[in-house]
């Protein structure tokens, strides 16, 4: 079992940063791919990053690239999104997911076991 607790949303002006932090419990937080997923209003939840257990793979949504940054600390058992360049469209609630599936398809909701409750973006123009 794995709890996922987000944090790190807020206001921010269309050019700004924000970081985004999602604290994981449980042992084998190293064993799951983390990613991150977000829902706008009116709409559907999108994907929008994952990161691979080692840390190393990360893969993007074509709208984030390039702007987004997805990070692991397995020894604090912690996934981060830093987002620069944020845009109004940015806008949305963030949830952080854990998955335990092996085959890839990382950027697909139904692959991930576990999700976090979500923390609010909201971005100004």
């Known amino acids: 079992q794995v709890q996922l607790v987000e944090s790190g949303g807020g206001l921010a002006q269309a050019g700004g940063s924000l970081r985004l932090s999602c604290a994981a419990s449980g042992r084998t937080f190293s064993n799951y791919v983390m990613g991150w997923f977000r829902q706008a209003p009116g709409k559907e939840r999108e994907f929008v990053a994952y990161?691979?257990?080692?840390?190393?793979?990360?893969y993007y949504a074509d709208h984030v690239k390039g702007r987004f940054t997805i990070s692991r600390d397995n020894a604090k058992k912690t996934v981060y999104l830093q987002m620069n360049s944020l845009k109004p469209e940015d806008t949305a609630v963030y949830y952080c997911a854990a998955s335990s599936r092996v085959a890839g398809g990382w950027d697909y909701q139904t692959k991930y076991d576990y999700w976090g409750q979500g923390t609010q973006v909201t971005v100004s123009s």
């Open positions: 990161i691979h257990r080692n840390g190393v793979l990360t």
